[in-house]
């Protein structure tokens, strides 16, 4: 099914800041995958990273796309699932913390919370943001833009770091595995 792909819809600026985010969930998505099949130094570290980018950008990215989004979300299926699947990963954060204390972390829970991560931002960046921007009037995403905006500001981006460009505010990219 690779043949033929619909064209990437050029991210709406009151989202980048959203997608923006992304970038920080794959790095740690693809981190723990790649623990996974390594030994428990690496599963151990890529918890303990992934904690830490949970506790001060992954959970408040969640919580601003549920505050900022689920009523620009035009269809029932959509906010369920965004809904659904942030719960989901949260419980996993939850699990995780448990499970970094073993003596060998759970290659399997390891696997599977990066993969969970990546799939729910990729569904975020190919299918439901696009949503959003095409359905939300032009005053609703102005008011986002205000409010993303200041999200923006809230997140300490290490300049030159995660800064660079993720290639997902385009929507150019999100084939990439980048990290
Ligand atoms: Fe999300
Ligand atoms: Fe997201």
Not at 17 to 35: C, E, I, N, T
Not at 59 to 83: K, T
Request: glycine share 6%.
């Amino acid at each position: 099914m690779s043949g033929h792909e619909t064209p990437p819809i050029v991210r709406h600026d009151a989202l980048v800041p959203l997608s923006r985010d992304h970038y920080v969930g794959l790095v740690h998505a693809h981190r723990l995958m790649k623990a996974a099949s390594k030994d428990r130094v690496a599963r151990h570290k890529a918890l303990a990273d992934f904690l830490e980018a949970w506790r001060t950008e992954i959970e408040p990215h969640f919580r601003d796309e549920e505050r900022l989004l689920i009523h620009l979300i035009a269809g029932e299926n959509d906010r369920r699932r965004l809904l659904d699947e942030h719960a989901a990963i949260e419980r996993a954060a939850k699990e995780a913390v448990i499970k970094r204390r073993a003596v060998d972390p759970d290659p399997d829970f390891v696997e599977r919370l990066g993969r969970d991560l990546e799939q729910h931002i990729r569904w975020e960046e190919r299918v439901l943001f696009n949503h959003v921007q095409e359905s939300a009037s032009e005053r609703q995403l102005k008011d986002l833009a205000v409010a993303t905006e200041q999200v923006e500001l809230t997140r300490n981006r290490g300049r030159g770091g995660c800064e660079t460009d993720p290639g997902l505010s385009t929507g150019t990219g999100a084939n990439d595995d980048r990290a």
